[in-house]
Every structure is written in structure tokens, then in C-alpha cells.
């Protein structure tokens, strides 16, 4: 059987966008186990290290963007995975409404965490 993408034409803005993300995601991953390896090999000292510059906005706002990429990344290969298995016209739609609830629970807990650690407000 040929390769399906129900969801999405290969080349088209959703495919370009699911390689960006990727890639996106890697670079960041990257980046941290140098840091995390190279830089500091004390875990502990990471962490503090992490959450006093939570403090920053730049690093806040880098925390929440790769929180919307990861969502985004993750969701959207989960909908074309299980569109290229053919589910059904409302079956479509279910699983459109549960990973959107997933997602947005997903992205008010990351921020909750991301502004805890900031110090902006209690869980």
C-alpha cells in the first residue's frame, strides 16, 4: 500500500511547518545537552542555574516557544499518523477535539510551571 498523507500534501505549508518544528526542537535539544554536558556537569547547579534565569524574559519567552513547538509538533504528528490509518469523516473530528483539549491543557500547565518558576504565581 502506497504511502497516504491524508492530512496534509507532501510540500505543502503543514509538511514545511512539521520539518521546521523539527528542527526547531533538535537545535534546542542540542544546545541544552551541550550546556547540560560541556558547560556544568552538576545537576543540581543546572537547575539553580535554570530558574535564576527564568527570571529573564528572553529565557521565559524561549520556554514558551519551544512549549508551542513541541505542541504543535507532537499534535499535529499524532493527527497525521492516525489520518494515514483512514479513520472516518467524525472520527476525524473527535480526534481534532481531543488533541486540541490535550494541547491547550498541555500549553496553560507549561506556562503555569514556566511562570512558577519565574516566580509570577503559585500551582
Known sequence: MAERYSSFER????W????????????VL????????FVN?????TFAMSQGRM????????????LLTATFHGVNGVYNA???QGISGT??????????????????QGVRT??????GVPI
Open 11 to 14: 510540500g505543502g505549508r503543514r
Open 55 to 66: 527570571q529573564e524574559l528572553t529565557y521565559f519567552s524561549l520556554m514558551i516557544l519551544f
Open 30 to 37: 542540542a544546545f541544552h545537552f551541550f550546556l547540560l554536558h
Open 114 to 119: 514556566a511562570l512558577k518558576w519565574a516566580g
Open 82 to 84: 492516525l489520518v494515514n
Open 91 to 108: 472520527q476525524k473530528t473527535a480526534v481534532k477535539a481531543v488533541l486540541g483539549v490535550a494541547s491547550a491543557v498541555l500549553i496553560v
Open 16 to 27: 514545511l511547518w512539521q520539518r521546521i518544528t523539527a528542527a526547531f526542537l533538535v537545535a
Open 41 to 45: 556537569h552538576a545537576d543540581e547547579v
